[in-house]
């Protein structure tokens, strides 16, 4: 008894500050949802489900819905691809040369989204110019969401490089000598014996890597703002817009609801489709 109250005081500080930072305010936009509050003022009116319904005649939400998967499809083949990638070469190597190898490709998961936007915005700007005389990309209506991939791939591949390499490390090196001795290829070995080893490792990554793209928001505000023309605006970006910038706070916090549901639904759907997936290989 005496050790359960212990631990329950311990967490009394985090929860104290989970409630401050995050409750509190979640409970009190699901309010604001439903009023025409401007953001500033403090008198709004209560507007029932208008906000909500005002969503499906919005044609400037589209565009940032269309950015936002975009920006989702690519960002998860890339990442997922290239982590992969690395994660089986890095198994080849042992000692202290594969653990710095893995380690340049984690230190940017250091790094804030913020800061590797300015960093990248620079290599854009001035040394892909210098190397090649091509301009940024981050100013190209077709290259922005390509552009900003890289920065988060960049930014975020460290994670998933982990995850797949430990997984990796688990697959029983018998199974794949064994099927090496009877002739089986390298294609082969990774499509029978080493993806369904590792593929609660796929489904963790590709969910995550998903859902993190498609709530992405530090990175492109930082990177472009959502330019070139809109270009690269996503659906969190839309959001605050619509919250800090147009003063519709009210309308701003009833989509910002909306996408979470989405957000949920989406990530639910995506982990029970690839579960099913691992019992079947």
Do not use: H
């Amino acid at each position: 008894m005496k050790k359960n109250l212990s631990s329950f005081l311990f967490t009394l500080p985090s929860l104290f500050f989970f409630c401050i930072a995050l409750l509190i305010p979640f409970f009190m936009g699901i309010n604001i949802a439903f009023t025409d509050w401007n953001g500033v003022t403090k008198d709004y009116n209560y507007v029932g489900l208008e906000n909500f319904i005002r969503m499906f005649s919005d044609s400037r939400i589209v565009a940032p819905i269309k950015n936002t998967l975009i920006l989702a499809v690519i960002g998860v083949i890339a990442n997922n691809a290239v982590t992969l990638g690395l994660a089986l070469l890095f198994t080849k190597f042992n000692g202290k040369f594969g653990s710095i190898c893995r380690l340049i490709v984690f230190v940017p998961c250091c790094l804030s989204g913020v800061l590797s936007a300015y960093i990248w915005k620079f290599i854009f700007r001035f040394v892909l110019s210098a190397l090649t005389g091509l301009n940024s990309p981050l100013g190209s209506m077709f290259w922005v969401l390509p552009a900003i991939v890289v920065i988060a791939l960049w930014n975020g591949a460290g994670i998933n490089m982990l995850i797949y390499y430990a997984a990796l490390k688990n697959v029983p090196t018998e199974l794949v000598e064994a099927a090496i001795v009877d002739g089986a290829g390298r294609l082969a070995v990774f499509k029978n014996i080493t993806l369904p080893m590792i593929a609660p490792a796929f489904t963790t990554c590709v969910t995550m890597t998903f859902t993190a793209m498609l709530k992405e928001f530090g990175t492109v505000m930082s990177a472009t703002g959502g330019g070139p023309a809109r270009a690269s605006e996503t659906i969190s970006m839309y959001i605050y817009n619509n919250l800090y910038t147009y003063s519709r706070a009210g309308y701003g916090q009833a989509i910002s609801l909306a996408f979470l549901a989405f957000l949920i639904l989406v990530g639910n759907l995506m982990t029970n489709f690839f579960r099913k997936r691992e019992v079947e290989l």
